[in-house]
């Protein structure tokens, strides 16, 4: 196992955001993380990472409870939902800077290639549009050979051809024996490339399992739409 | 925390503010210098500048740079690196490039007056350290109030409340307490509220070391008597040093704590 929630609380102010969350994540499958907007996605993701302290519950990552501990992110790239950078440092800078801060070794040339960045390495960040910066934003999370990855919302503002290419990345990581947790609004996009997955609604886990489960218990035949009429099968996973 | 500190400050000295804040004192040093023609009171015209506006550059400064690097601090976050290294790395790189931009931008012009040949070399380097206690204190602070309030606009009002309070109100509040007791022996107490505000402490500690302090009067008198001496000397610095510390504390406690 990957990953391993245990019974995970959170609350901001009065708002109860996760509900006593139990997950498991394992290895070498690709999860999307769906459910409606203020469902508690990226909290989860980000108490998995260590940047929302839950208030209750036990979150492992590789067998390992991450409380009070940080070294444990070095196993995962993440890729943020908005990529802001220090606008006064160039893209080749803002590379060689994560590479040193994570002192680890990275292959980005290929990933530079693959996305077309070569004209924009010596361009600063703050000159760079957002789908350009949402590549440089791929570039820095893929470039890392970690065991565990995190997308968080990874298609905005790619191009088509962009977007082929981050599906063909992911799908190559998967070959490798990779575990991807994916959050997207796109519909299409995580049929493509999800083998599970886990829907969250209030803050618990409503329905967890394959396309072909979701379809049955929805009873329908296209996934956008069993998605849609997910809250109407009354059973929880 | 050390690669944190340094991409902070390379961030930051790359960028078009920290240029303005040195060509200021560059242009403040020489202009009094070469107005005045004397070094010594050029240092006390300077004293009155900057002990008001270091505090205010470095509380606008940091609470700016923390909200604008949020994005930024999140990606930091997610790699592995200690927390408290991240907050404490970007501190030190803002409060260490705005000392930078103050002992260049006025070191510079008084180099080359010939300050090294003159006596006033002390009170300016104690001018110079002083601003740079002010510096990283208020930037300490700011650093506090914003990673506490996640409106930037609370933020930011608290913050230049907290300066105002420091540099206006409370000599305010201190005068009017001394008219109000007059009657009570306030030695003590004047020196105990002139101790607790950094900004007071730095102008009382330059003002006593350039011998100007019979103009104060009775009180000066009794300034001189304690801050004047090494011990006095010794326990300002130590409070000024803990009003440093005090906040790098607490920015490290809130740290550990905030969701992001």
Redesign the interface.
Known sequence: MTIEIEDLHKKFGKNQVLKGVDLTIDEGHIYAILGPNGSGKTTLIKSILGMVIPNKGQIMVLEKPIKKDWKYRKQINYLPQIANFPPNIKVKELIHMIKDLRNSVADETELITLFGLEPFLNKKLSTLSGGTKQKVNIVLTFMFDSPLIILDEPTTGLDPKALIRLKELIQKEKTQGKTILITSHIMQFVEEVADEIVYLLEGEIYFKGNIEKLLKQTEQTNFEHAIATITNIGSHA | ML??LK?SF??LI??RWSYVYFLFYLALGFVLLFLNNDVSKAVITLMNVIIVLIPLIGTIFGVMYYYN????T??????????RSIFMGQYFGVAGSLTMSLVLGLGIPFVLYGLLRSNAIFDFSLLLVTGAFLTFIFVGLSFVIAISNENKIKGFGYAVLLWLFLAVVYDGLFLMSLIVFEEYPLDTFSLVATALNPIDLSRILILLKLDISALLGYTGAIFKKFFGTDLGFLVSMAILLLWTVLPILGLGHKAK????
């Not at chain 2, 690097?69 to 930024?72: G, I, N, T, V, Y």
């Not at chain 2, 999140?74 to 927390?83: G, H, S, V, Y």
């Not at chain 2, 704590?257 to 992001?260: A, E, G, L, P």
């Open positions: 690669k944190i991409y390379y961030d790359r960028s690097s949020r994005e930024f999140e990606l930091l976050l997610a790699q592995p690196i200690n927390r704590r905030k969701d992001f």
